[in-house]
């Protein structure tokens, strides 16, 4: 992981931003950094969460996404591509306990992690860095990148 100090420095780099897998004790340093950014940090516990629609349902809450969110990847990626409802300049969402969605329902694990990645990409291209920590015990996930 990429030391305290220099947090803070990454997060605000909109290139770098996308979806990463959650060191180990990292989360405390991530959410500080992100708080001196002033950058929300939303948290979605996934403990026990085994398919999309409960998954979708978590994201939904821990996000605080409108009312109007339809609860599937495409309405997914339109509340991740324009956040009016919760304006900041960077954020930080952290997908914590992921291992029995990511074990249970594999592909859609998979979709939720490239809706994420894509919406990232989006958003740095409008200067607002997006970053996603997945916590995982499980080690060299193919679709996540580590700090």
């Known amino acids: 992981m990429i030391p305290e100090n220099e ?10 931003a996308g979806v990463y897998h959650l060191p ?14 002033d950058f929300p940090v ?9 398919d999309k629609g409960d998954f979708l ?20 990626a339109d509340c991740l591509a324009d956040m009016a409802w919760l304006p900041a300049d960077g954020y ?11 074990v249970a329902a594999e592909a859609d694990f998979i979709a939720a992690l490239e809706t994420f990645d894509d919406a990232a990409r989006e958003r740095a291209a409008d200067g607002i860095p997006v970053w996603i920590f997945v ?3 499980a080690n060299g996930i193919v679709h996540l990148r580590t700090l």
Do not use: M, Y
């Open 42 to 50: 939303l948290r979605v516990d996934l403990s026990g969460c085994a």
């Open 57 to 76: 349902a978590r994201v939904a809450a821990g996000l605080k996404f409108p009312d109007w969110f339809g609860q599937n990847w495409d309405a997914l």
């Open 7 to 16: 947090l803070v420095s990454v997060l605000q780099q909109p290139d770098r």
């Open 24 to 37: 180990q004790r990292g989360a405390e340093a991530i959410t500080h950094a992100a708080r001196e950014l």
């Open 92 to 102: 930080v969402i952290i997908l914590e306990h992921a291992d029995r969605f990511r």
């Open 135 to 137: 916590g995982l015990t």
